[in-house]
Every structure is written in C-alpha cells, then in structure tokens.
C-alpha cells in the first residue's frame, strides 16, 4: 500500500555536524562500501519497475531507439568495467609495459564508448515547444543537474520533461557518464573526499552567474541521484562566498539524492535557539498579515505593499517592485468564498526553501538520503542533512529520474488529442496522507515540526484545519477540486514544488518578512 512519511528539517546547531568532516575520508569509504551491500537488495530497483511508460518518449526505458541504444552501450561498459575491476589485481604481476599498454587499450576503449552516450556538450536547455520563455517567468532561472548513468539523450529528456511539467524554460548542466560502475566509483570519492569534478565546477559557475544577475530574483536548483552530490558541493561553495541576500534567491529541490550531506545554515543564532526551543511551534507572523490573493503569474500585481502589526500598535511596510503578490489585511470576520490556504514563512535560511523527494526503495536513496536521515544516532556526529524530506512507498518506487520520480509524483495530464500537455492537476502521491516520521528524530528538537513547515499549503475552512482564519493565503493554485475535506495533511499542503506546476507559482513572502520568527 502506497503511503508517504515526512521528516522536518533538521534544526542543525553545534550538536550537528557535517558527516563529511568526522572521521577520515578512506574510513568513510569504506562504510559507504559496507553500506553498499547492506541495502544492495534493493539493487534491482534502479531500474525497476520497467513499466508503466506514462510520459512515453521521456521515459527512460520506453522503446525508442534513442534509450535502447543508451541501454545497449550502458550494458556494454558495464561488462568491461566489472572485467576490468576484477582482473585489476592481476596487473601487478605483467611487466611494467604490458600493464601501460592494457590499461592504455582499456581506458581508450572506455572513452570511445562513453563518448557515443555524452556527446561534447556540457549545458543544455530544453526545447522551447515543451516551455516557451514568458514575461511573467523571467525573472526565474530553472537549473538541472543530473544523476548517475545519464547521457545526451536521457539529460535532454529530463529537462524537456521538467519544462512541459512545470512550464519553464529548464537549463540542463550535464554531469556526464563514464559508465554506472565507474559513477558509483566517481560517488565515493565526491562525497568523501569532497572532489568536484568538472561538472561540479560548471554548475557552480552557472548557478553563481544567475544568483548574481538582477534579472532574477528566483533560481531554482533541481537535483536527482548523483546530482545530489554534486549540487551539494556547489552549495557549501555558495554558502562560503556569496552574499546573502543573493542565497536567499536559490531554492533547491532534490530526487533520490546521494549524497551524505547537505548544509542551509540559519542566518542568526537567535532563530536558531528559538527554533530548537520550539521545534513543534509554528513561526507564524502575527495578526495582521493575512490575505495573499494568488494567480498564475506572480508579476501580474503590479506593486506589493504590506504591513505588519506590532504589538506596540505600529506597522512595518516594505516594497518589493512588484515581485510577489500584494498582501492586504483579512479580519476574522471577513467572508470568502474560494478555498483559502496559509503560508508559515521560513525559519531564516540561508537558503529559502529545501525540499528533497524520496522512494523507500531506490538503492540510491537508501545509500545517501535516507541513511543519513533516518539515523537513530542522536550523538555529535548526526550527520547534517537540511531540508524537508518527502519519503514514499509506492509500488512504482524506483530511481528513474522520468520514468519513476516524476510520473509517480508529477505525472502528465494529456489533452483530447491524446498528446502529453503538462502536469495532471491531482496525483495519488501529492493526495496522500502525511505520516509523520519517527525513525531518526529521537530527540525532538534535532527537527521542526509539521506544524513548522515554512512552505506549509493547507486549505483554511477544513474540519480540524491547521489553518488559522486571521493568517491566510488566497489562491488559484490550491483550489480544492477534488472534493478531499476530512482535515488531514496530504503531500500536496506541504510540497512548495508541486505549487509550481503548469506555470503557477507559490506565494513568496518578501525577505523582510521570510526572516520574522515569533518572539516567545
């Protein structure tokens, strides 16, 4: 039976470090190897399972010539990287010249095949049939880093499938394949040893370039497999150097992440104590910020002015140049017919907004997201690992970027003519109950809780709401329309990803406002 668990955020502080730095780099290799076979039972699922194909030509493992021939050449190294591997040892014992010639042979061979799948290309952005660039999107950068195994081909398919679900443009950095042994090999030593790799360093040129442009006032960072590794370590970089309020543009949204680790550092210690002290307690911004009216398009308001009520009577104003929605005040007497929703703003992030996407059975989630989040050491050495974490078990729970994370949780709608058209507007994964994890939070205040989500969607008006009347958001994309109204938290009242679906987008507090906490 298909079910979701939610792990809040780490709180993070002095009792939590960065696994990376507490032990030395070949020791944590070698229980990442340990580790390996502990969970290799749930090798298969990889690739399983081999159907359905809903998003057809996106899918990895649908018959097209273009997948088989990936497969074809992704089987072929596969064979020669185990033969090699295993008769390695054998080398010490040929004479110096024979081994430089084999190894020669070996590794040219090695490239030749790999370069038939990555191509000479290391960015890509996505067809503009499946997302044209529109006014209201641009002040948006969508980025993509890809995983394990991935080609051309299969990161051309990714980000088409990423722009006609979400309808932006997507650029694509290409984390380029020599093979699934050699990646994983590749995996070790990126997450133990902190390498970047090339791609590492192309990616975080990119996604520096874009937080540094003023066109854009949003940057989001989308990550699966390997690439979670990857986009990491391009985020401790971030995080060292630039200055934040442009960190505080980037949001990051990652699928069956491999790495160990993943650092959004709070900007003050106070919210910090405070959320740690309250780890159940929502930030709410108090009385009078309340109404939030939404539409597809965030830059059709043409100015934002809100105000906040202080308890001294006083109010607190900003503007933001149009940027986000207007906030007006809504009193509790106050009557409105459409489905009404609030928003909790973030506990004062480096990094607004975290979100990552797992499945119970994908080996590469096993190894690097969920090890580290569910650990029920609550010592020093917890591994630090931010970000909300969305864990499913369903029967279509494999590692597929297309063909099993995003048509199991964002699967396609198709129009009368039987054509892929964009995001379904309901999905048995976002319309399911939240269960709240307890595996890996045995002291309460190591992470928030539910009630402290700072993208937290959840319609006002359901029996046993969450939603206070006097702090409420207005919106288009949270219409109820699927009659659910029994007053439990599903997937879709938490996941800020799924707001921006089919060109929509969530409702963005300004900076000001993202950074109040509640004085308690």
């Not at 084999?102 to 990555?118: A, E, P, Q």
């Not at 290409?174 to 070790?188: M, P, Q, S």
Request: with cysteine.
């Amino acid at each position: 039976m298909d079910r979701t668990e939610f792990f809040g955020s780490q709180v993070g502080g002095e009792s939590v470090i960065n696994y990376s730095y507490t032990d030395m780099p070949w020791r944590l290799v070698m229980w990442d190897i340990y580790n390996f076979f502990t969970f290799s039972w749930a090798l298969p699922w990889i690739l399983w399972p081999v159907r359905p194909c809903d998003g057809d030509h996106f899918d990895e493992l649908s018959f097209t010539w273009q997948n088989i021939w990936c497969i074809f050449l992704h089987g072929i190294l596969a064979i020669i990287q185990l033969f090699f591997i295993l008769t390695l040892p054998l080398v010490v014992l040929l004479p110096v010249w024979t081994a430089i010639i084999w190894l020669s042979i070996f590794f040219i061979v090695n490239w030749f095949l790999c370069l038939g799948l990555n191509g000479n290309t290391y960015t890509f952005t996505s067809d503009p049939k499946y997302a044209p660039a529109l006014d209201e999107h641009a002040h948006e950068q969508w980025i993509f880093l890809n995983g394990v195994a991935v080609g051309e081909a299969w990161l051309k398919s990714n980000i088409n499938r990423l722009a006609l679900t979400f309808k932006r443009p997507v650029i694509g950095v290409h984390n380029r394949t020599t093979g699934i042994i050699f990646d994983v090999v590749e995996c070790l030593i990126q997450r133990n040893f902190s390498y970047a790799t090339s791609d590492v360093r192309v990616a975080y040129k990119i996604v520096k370039d874009k937080l540094y442009n003023p066109q854009y006032t949003k940057v989001v960072f989308i990550l699966h497999s390997q690439g979670g590794i990857e986009g990491g370590l391009v985020l401790d970089w971030l995080l060292q150097e630039l200055p934040q309020d442009l960190l505080a543009k980037l949001e990051v949204y990652t699928f069956g992440n491999a790495s160990n680790h993943f650092n959004n550092p709070h900007r003050h210690n106070d919210s910090l104590q405070t959320e740690k002290k309250y780890p159940k307690t929502s930030n709410l911004i108090p009385t009078a910020i309340t109404e939030i009216p939404l539409t597809d398009s965030p830059v059709e308001a043409q100015s934002l002015t809100s105000k906040r009520r202080l308890s001294n009577g006083s109010t607190f104003s900003f503007d933001t140049n149009g940027r986000d929605p207007t906030l007006t005040s809504l009193s509790k007497e106050s009557t409105l017919s459409r489905a009404t929703a609030y928003t909790v703003p973030s506990s004062d992030r480096a990094i607004a907004h975290v979100e990552h996407y797992a499945h119970t059975t994908d080996f590469v989630a096993l190894w690097g997201i969920l090890h580290f989040v569910t650990t029920e050491r609550a010592s020093p050495e917890m591994p630090r690992y931010i970000g909300r974490v969305f864990n499913r078990t369903s029967a279509r729970g494999g590692h597929q970027f297309c063909q099993h994370y995003l048509n199991g949780m964002f699967p396609l709608a198709r129009d009368t003519k039987g054509e892929l058209a964009g995001c379904a507007e309901t999905s048995e994964f976002m319309n399911s109950i939240v269960k709240v994890a307890r595996k890996g939070t045995e002291k309460e205040d190591m992470r928030e809780g539910i009630e402290n989500g700072w993208s937290m969607i959840e319609p006002a008006g359901r029996r046993d709401s969450l939603a206070k009347e006097e702090v409420s958001v207005h919106g288009s994309f949270h219409e109820d329309k699927n009659g659910i109204n029994d007053g439990k938290v599903r997937v879709k009242d938490l996941s800020r990803l799924w707001q921006y679906r089919n060109g929509r987008s969530p409702p963005d507090l300004p900076g000001e406002l993202r950074r109040m906490t509640m004085e308690l």
